[in-house]
Structure formats: C-alpha cells, structure tokens
C-alpha cells in the first residue's frame, strides 16, 4: 500500500493520461477548478507542464504511462496517488465521459479520501527494467508455443500426424519428418531460432540471480521454484518488508477468494486475480508440480487434504490454495533468510 504523507498539499491535480496527450485538472483547497491544462505525454511534456508548479497532490490512474510519469513527479517532491482502476468505475461508466471531465473526477476522489482509490505502488524503474527480460522471453515462449500448434494442426488436417511432443522438442522430433507437407522445413527452421534465443535468455535469467538479485537463491531453496519464479517473484514484490506479515501476500497477488458478506450471509466466491498476473500464473504452475511430482512436504500434504474434501473443483482449488501459501512461504524464506525446511509443521506436530 502507498502511504500517505501528514502534509496534506493544498492543491490537487487530476491527470487523465492519454497515449499523445494528458489532461489535467487543478482543484484549490476549497474544491474550486482553478485551471485546465493539457501537455504531450513525453518527458519534455511532463517537465514543461509541472516547471513551476509548487508542492501538490497529484491523482491519476494506472495505465502504460503511469509508472514513469509517477516517479518524475515524486522525484520533483509532489504527493502521487495512482488510482486501482477497479475503485474508480465511476469514471469509465460515467454519461459525460471525457478526457477533461476524467481529470476533475480524479482530482475530486483524490482531494477528498485518497485511500478510497486503494493506491498502488508501481515498481522501481530498475525493476521495471529487469522485468522486461522476463517479458521478452515469455513472449518468445509463447511464438514457440503457437508455431509448435500450428505444425501438428496441419499435419492433422492431412491425415498425417506428427509425433506429439513438448514445444520446446518440436525441432528434434519432427525434423525427420519435415517433408510431410510444404513449409514444415522453414517452420522448423524459425522454432530453432527460438529455440536458441530462449536459451540465450534463460542464460540472461540465471546470471541475473546469481549476481543482481542473489536474494533469489533463498526462494529457490523450495523444490519446484525456478529462476524464472524466482526473479519474478523478487522484481515484484521489490521489499519484503512492504508486507508486516507474510500472509498479506496471497491477497496482494490475488490468490484470496473475493469476499461479498451480507449480514449471515456469506458466499462462496472465486479468487480476486488482483496484483500481477504473470507472478500469480507462475506460482500455480509451480502449484502443479509440487502436487504431482514434488517431494513430500508441508506444501504437498496441505494439498492432497484438501483434494480429500471431493467436489468437482478440488482438484483446483488444492492448486490455488498451495499456489497462496507456496507464495508465503517464498516471502517467510526471503524476509527471514532462513534455511527451508520441507515438514517443518509436520515435524513440530509430531513432537508436540
């Protein structure tokens, strides 16, 4: 979570960014307009637009542009709140929708209660920079991935299939069958090349965990976790200490069922999917592993009760529910930079 300061600026300004320009939206210490303005959403735009403007709270939402125009305005000492889109429908399910009418809607749920935009806190440009790599890559898996399926849909369609393989054995499977249809040779031609850059990559990964991020050695300590997960779950949390208890980061990830209680009524909803998505998909594939391949472990027993229970989405919700406490624990091993130890419950069970 953003904290807030104790100063409480006397002017607020809304921004509504837009991919070529931003409108904004000043608002004086008794909520009256004082000033319209709009710039170009560059840096030089940004810095012509805020050059002379003293010390304010500034208020905008969370969107491509948002996490470098939020740290050039810290860095210039303003207060910067980014809004959770989600807590601001009011904007995107307004009648009288408008880039300038946006900019007053945001400096007016700013000016009075900050926290009812539940803020966000974007990464640091360092990490947002590393992250891109893991992006690039994830990218190039899934090109891999689409070619891979494409190949066995045409052999398919002829009558003809392929031998089945995982996409990143396609090139050495069906190489001795590049001429069952033509173009199959060049489409393998291509999966090699990607073959290779994503090896090149997971080089990158590596070299990064051991020299830029070696905290990530901690969280690798747990069977199953990666260098991929390992670096993404660093580059997005950034600070372990943003989070008093460990627990906090199921929720922040959005591995937490959504909660909608109403007097004695309390309903049985899925997850919320909040926080980063990549970090989330990777700790459930980990999930996966852990469930059936794992070694035995707190993590792995923890599961299978819960697949006991029965019900059409056991099987599912055992994944989801070690996917959340997987990511405690990393945080646990991370903050405490202690050894893991798989039946660590189990063995305090067993003694007491």
């Known amino acids: 979570m953003q904290e807030t300061t104790t100063t409480v600026p006397k002017t607020t300004i809304g921004l509504d960014l837009g991919d070529r320009i931003t409108h904004g939206c000043v608002l004086d210490a008794h909520a009256r307009v004082v000033e319209r303005f709009r710039f170009e959403t560059t840096q030089a735009g940004l810095a012509g637009a805020f050059a002379r403007r003293p010390v304010c709270r500034v208020v905008l939402e969370v969107g491509t542009h948002s996490p470098w125009i939020s740290r050039a305005l810290e860095r210039r000492g303003h207060q910067v709140f980014v809004a959770n889109p989600k807590q601001v429908r009011s904007i995107s399910g307004s009648s009288h929708k408008n880039d300038e009418a946006d900019a007053e809607q945001l400096a007016r749920l700013g000016r009075s209660d900050p926290q009812l935009l539940r803020p966000i806190r974007h990464r640091g440009e360092s990490a947002q920079r590393d992250r891109g790599l893991l ?70 990964v590596e070299r990064m965990c051991r020299e830029v991020y070696p905290e990530s050695e901690l969280i690798r300590q747990v069977p199953g976790v990666g260098p991929i997960t390992a670096l993404t779950f660093v580059l997005t949390l950034e600070d372990p200490a943003r989070f008093q208890k460990s627990r906090r980061v199921g929720s922040y990830l959005g591995l937490q069922p959504k909660q909608r209680d109403s007097g004695k009524r309390k309903s049985q909803l899925p997850i919320s999917k909040e926080g980063d998505r990549e970090l989330r998909s990777l700790l459930v594939q980990c999930a996966h ?45 991370w903050q405490t930079g202690s050894v893991y130890e798989p039946l660590h419950h189990a063995t305090q069970h067993a003694a007491a």
């Not at 066995?152 to 009558?159: D, F, M, P, T, V």
């Not at 001795?176 to 090149?200: A, M, N, S, T, Y």
């Not at 391949?293 to 819960?306: H, V």
């Open 135 to 204: 992006a690039v890559r994830r990218q190039l898996v899934a090109m891999r991935t689409s070619l891979s399926c494409q190949v066995h849909g045409l052999a398919k369609a002829l009558g003809d299939p392929l031998p089945r393989c995982a996409p990143e054995a396609l090139v050495r499977k069906v190489r001795p069958h590049q001429d069952r249809f033509p173009g199959l040779d060049q489409l393998l031609d291509v999966v090699e090349v990607l073959d290779e850059r994503i090896k090149r990559l997971d080089q990158e």
């Open 289 to 333: 592993w852990i469930l059936t391949r794992g070694p035995d472990s707190d993590l792995k027993r923890a599961g299978l009760r819960r697949m006991e229970r029965g019900g059409a989405a056991a099987r599912k919700k055992s994944v989801v529910a070690v996917a959340r406490k997987l990511g405690v624990v990393l945080h646990h091993l």
